[in-house]
């Protein structure tokens, strides 16, 4: 990719260029500088790219530049992204780059309250970003009308769907006019992303930003084989290091965040965790705490760190190798934001071997192995059926004293499912849940902390 292209190039006007300058950006980076000229001509666009590679501005600069905000205000741009973080930094990202400009936007999401939400929304907003749940529940309040809607930006599809939005989704679709221009961006390609896209999209442009290319390679990337039982003592002396002094940990289940940060917090290590269990203000809270150096540590499943946009973290520590290669890819690259430099270290016990092997594979590269003293041989040389989690056992919802019989999940009310792919969801304790010889299993085992050996 020939990044020869500076700011001016892209014809923005003069007060977004401004904001660009103030926010200290010389060159637009890949994805800026091969959609913003097409997104300025009008076309639709399909961006396969992660967050990290300035995604966020490839689309709200061109939307910027193009809106005419009327009086009185009607939404002109939607942005739906799956998660409150994602949608809080995409207001961000609108508030720096439209400091200079007369246009209004505001953010909506879930797990708060509506009044102040439709309190913004009854003053008139050019721009609004949302989540799929609480738009629709505005929408149907009557609070949000979409028929003015000329810029439709759909930001992290795959994630969206993973998260089982895509009924959701597909309302939304429904109520935005025909005349418009649609931006979707997905990190990764599958089948059903492809199918969204058609749906939305008309004749758009690909823009494919590859990982490999942008962010792991800046990244220092370290491999300690250990032990399930060992991890949390490796963890202690990897955090007691100098030069560890923000670190963002990632676990996949929201139960192992918890466990990991009241750890911490007993060996006086502040930390805290967010997940999808905690409430929008304890998430926001928790991340204001780490981003003012509050709190050193931030244990985060890989859903609630998503769109997490913190430029001074110094080490993304994998305290449990993702199941999905491509999510290795998005929590390492929570590091070496905003060109700083970024360190990843990844713990692999012997029932994540393979896990490794799949993420070596998508990265094209051998992560480096370190030595230490908890360093496992059983770990490192895993194969077979060693090399991957043990069948695993049925194990009843832990919200529920063992005797109570769980309710039958049941999405047709109450709260919108988590996930409607078991292959896709590196968020949820079930994963294994194909493996049919383990349901019959009563006895759920107890909540060790390691896997192994206890
Ligand atoms: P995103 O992929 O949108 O999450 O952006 C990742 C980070 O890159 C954010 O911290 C942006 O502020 C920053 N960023 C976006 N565009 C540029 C640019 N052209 N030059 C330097 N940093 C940028």
Do not use: W
């Not at 300690?224 to 996949?252: M, P």
């Amino acid at each position: 990719m020939t990044n020869k292209i500076s700011f001016k190039d892209l014809r923005l006007n003069p007060s977004i260029q401004k904001a660009i300058t103030k926010q200290g950006y010389t060159t637009p980076t890949p994805i800026q500088a091969k959609s913003i000229p097409d997104l300025l001509e009008g076309r639709d666009l399909i961006g396969i790219a992660q967050t990290g590679t300035g995604k966020t501005a490839a689309f709200t600069l061109p939307i910027l530049n193009l809106i005419k905000p009327s009086y009185p205000k009607k939404i002109k741009t939607l942005v739906v992204a799956p998660t409150r973080e994602l949608a809080a930094q995409i207001g961000v990202s609108f508030s720096k780059y439209a400091e200079f400009l007369k246009v209004k936007h505001t953010v909506i999401f879930g797990g708060v309250k509506q009044g102040k939400q439709v309190q913004e929304l009854s003053k008139g907003v050019d721009i609004l970003v949302a989540t799929p749940g609480r738009l629709l529940d505005l929408m149907n309040q009557r609070h949000i009308s979409l028929k003015d809607v000329e810029f439709f930006v759909l930001d992290e599809a795959d994630r969206m769907l993973d998260m089982g939005f895509i009924n959701d989704i597909k309302k939304i679709i429904k109520k935005l006019p025909h005349k418009r221009q649609s931006l979707f961006f997905s990190a990764t390609m599958s089948n059903e992303v492809n199918e969204l896209a058609k749906k939305l999209l008309n004749n758009p442009i690909h823009v494919e930003i590859t990982p490999q290319a942008t962010t792991v390679e800046k990244i220092d990337q370290h491999i300690f084989f250990v032990d399930q039982n060992k991890k949390t003592k490796l963890l202690l002396e990897l955090l007691d290091e100098e030069e560890v002094t923000s670190t963002l940990i990632f676990t996949r289940t929201k139960h192992r965040a918890n466990k990991i940060a009241k750890f911490l917090n007993e060996n006086n290590i502040k930390a805290n965790a967010i997940h999808g269990n905690k409430t929008q203000n304890a998430r926001t809270k928790a991340i204001q705490n780490f981003k003012k150096g509050r709190v050193k540590v931030l244990v985060a499943t890989d859903i609630a760190a998503r769109g997490i946009d913190i430029d001074k973290i110094s080490h993304v520590i994998n305290f449990e190798l993702p199941n999905e290669p491509e999510s290795y890819v998005h929590r390492i690259g929570r590091t070496a934001r905003a060109g700083n430099k970024g360190v990843a270290f990844s713990f692999c016990s012997a029932e994540e071997r393979n896990y490794l092997r799949n993420i070596e594979r998508l990265i094209k590269q051998n992560i480096p192995v370190e030595d230490h003293q908890y360093h496992s041989i059983a770990a490192k040389t895993a194969k077979g059926a060693d090399a991957k989690p043990p069948p695993r056992k049925q194990r009843q919802p832990r919200k529920f004293k063992r005797g109570i019989k769980p309710k039958p999940k049941n999405n047709s009310r109450g709260k919108r499912p988590r996930s409607n792919n078991n292959n896709n969801n590196n968020n949820n304790s079930n994963n294994n849940v194909n493996n049919k010889r383990n349901r019959t299993r009563k006895k759920p085992r107890n909540k060790p902390f390691s896997r192994k050996n206890s």
